[in-house]
C-alpha cells in the first residue's frame, strides 16, 4: 500500500529589533492559551511558502518574504508534520486576528513563554535568532 506523505503545517519566526513575534492559541482546548510560531496547514497544491504568506496574512494582517527553515521538522502525529521559516515582514502591522493575545519575546522572555509543546523543540534555534 502507498504511504502518503504526512500533510504539512508551517510557521513564520518573524524577528524584528532582536524581539520574536508570538501568538497565543484560542483553540483546541488543549492549546488555548499557550503561544506559538504563527502559521498553519498548508493546502492540496500550495508551496509551504505560498502557505505560510496566506496565513500570516490571515492570522496577522502582514505581508511577508519567507526565508530559510528554523530548526528540524516536527512530528505532530503520524499524517501531518510542523516546519518552522525565517520571515521577515513588508507590510502591515502584527494584528491578533485569530489569536488571543500578540506579544514580542527578547531572548530573556522567551525563556519563560509557555509554548506549545510542538514549538518548544525550537527553543535553541529560535534564541539562536535573537
Ligand atoms: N501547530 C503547532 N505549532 C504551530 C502551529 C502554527 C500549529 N506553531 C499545530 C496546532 C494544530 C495544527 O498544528 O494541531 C494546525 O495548526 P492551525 O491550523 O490550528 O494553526
Ligand atoms: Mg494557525
Redesign the pocket.
Known amino acids: 500500500m502507498p504511504v502518503p506523505e504526512p500533510a504539512l ?4 519566526a518573524l524577528v524584528e529589533n532582536g524581539r520574536l513575534l508570538l ?1 497565543r ?1 484560542a ?2 482546548p488543549e ?1 488555548a492559551g499557550l503561544w ?6 498548508v493546502d492540496p497544491g500550495e508551496t509551504p511558502e505560498d502557505a505560510l504568506v496566506r ?1 500570516l496574512r490571515e ?1 496577522l494582517g502582514i505581508e511577508v518574504t519567507v526565508g530559510e527553515p528554523v530548526g528540524v521538522d ?1 512530528a ?2 503520524a499524517t ?1 508534520t ?1 516546519r ?1 521559516y525565517a520571515v521577515t515582514r513588508f507590510a502591515g502591522t502584527a494584528t491578533a486576528l ?1 489569536h488571543e493575545a500578540l506579544r514580542w519575546v527578547d531572548a530573556a522572555d522567551l525563556r519563560g513563554v509557555d509554548l ?1 509543546p ?2 518548544a523543540a525550537w527553543l535553541p534555534d529560535l534564541a539562536a535568532l535573537l
Open positions: 503545517v508551517v510557521a513564520g501568538a492559541r483553540s483546541p492549546l506559538e510560531l504563527p502559521g498553519g496547514k496565513e492570522e516536527v505532530l502525529s501531518l510542523l518552522a485569530e506549545v510542538a514549538d
